[in-house]
């Protein structure tokens, strides 16, 4: 045996594959991709041992967040989201397994968040959509009746049959606030189910990521924060997401004020508070919807939602007296 072994080594060594001898694992090269999807620019980062694994695993994932888009957008008419808000009130229909999932996640964390976060806003996004395009705000009638259509406890799913159904007519989901998280969970499944371990998908700045880069404990990244004071924090992560939610950029000014689109989904109202948050979380959902609620909630509620969650969030918010910060993240340093 001593002998055979050594017969192995000296003809690996020499680049012969004798029968019987494995070959030693190659070290996993990194590779880099990048598509539009979901509306906005999405880079992949990851490990494989060759070009040809990266390339089928990379598409994979792309064309699983492509699918995803064609569930929740809400964009365009043939989704299948869309297909649900022209379904009659009330009437229970059948959904898939995305769109469930997607769904009851939400609802969960708008009851967990006293509706701070609420996908059945919707009506009133539609209207701030418009103001933004306008400059003009939304008329008050309108208003009030895209607000009296919110409300997530309206959202009725039966588990037998995994059917759902709006309870009011002209009740639409916006699943903007989570739709790129959980699209960036489900494109690290399918990595893992094609060998990759260690990767990074950055969906329009909200980033997940899986395992770590060879010879490195974690993935360090640094992200925008929204916050000018701090615009950057670096982070070392591993098997995590970090979502940062905003009106950096996405705001309109009329009158004179300043309306953030984020809209609260209890007042109808864009967010008139500057805010920045950044949450820290297992998974791209959870980080996507939680950055969203906390700057809705406000300093007040910050720390219950995000020592609720069990996750790692800071929320900066500047109002009329003065400046708060609420919570904490960890910043990491190379290591």
């Not at 996908?119 to 009296?148: D, K, M």
């Not at 007042?267 to 609620?293: F, N």
Request: charged letters at 25%.
């Amino acid at each position: 045996m001593r002998r055979f072994t050594l017969t192995c080594v000296i003809a690996i060594l020499a680049g012969q594959l004798l029968a019987g001898c494995a070959a030693p694992e190659s070290i996993p090269t990194r590779f880099e991709f990048s598509e539009m999807t979901m509306g906005v620019k999405a880079r992949l980062v990851l490990y494989a041992p060759n070009e040809q694994a990266a390339r089928e695993a990379a598409r994979a994932a792309f064309d699983r967040m492509h699918d995803l888009d064609d569930v929740m957008s809400d964009w365009r008419a043939d989704t299948e989201v869309a297909l649900l808000h022209e379904a009659p009130a009330g009437v229970p229909i059948p959904v898939s397994r995305d769109l469930w999932d997607v769904i009851s996640l939400a609802r969960d964390i708008s009851e967990a968040t006293g509706g701070a976060f609420d996908i059945t806003v919707g009506p009133v996004v539609r209207l701030w959509r418009e103001a933004h395009r306008t400059g003009e705000f939304p008329r008050w009638e309108p208003l009030r009746q895209a607000l009296a259509l919110v409300g997530w406890q309206r959202i009725e799913m039966e588990q037998s049959g995994r059917l759902v159904a709006l309870a009011e007519p002209g009740m639409r989901l916006d699943l903007g606030g989570i739709g790129k998280g959980f699209a960036a969970d489900h494109a690290v499944a399918v990595l893992r189910d094609h060998g990759v371990r260690n990767a990074l998908i950055d969906l329009g700045g909200d980033l997940r990521v899986t395992g770590h880069p060879p010879g490195r404990s974690a993935w360090l990244v640094s992200v925008l924060t929204g916050d000018a004071r701090a615009p950057r924090l670096s982070l070392a992560l591993t098997d995590a997401a970090v979502a940062t939610s905003g009106d950096t950029e996405q705001f309109v000014e009329i009158g004179g004020k300043r309306y953030s689109h984020i809209v609260d989904p209890r007042t109808g109202i864009g967010l008139t508070d500057r805010a920045a948050a950044t949450v820290v979380a297992p998974t791209a959902a959870l980080a996507d919807a939680l950055a969203s609620a906390l700057c809705v909630a406000g300093p007040d509620r910050a720390a219950d939602i995000i020592g609720a969650f069990g996750v790692e969030g800071r929320l900066t918010s500047i109002t009329a007296e003065g400046r708060v910060q609420v919570g904490q993240i960890s910043a990491s340093s190379d290591r």
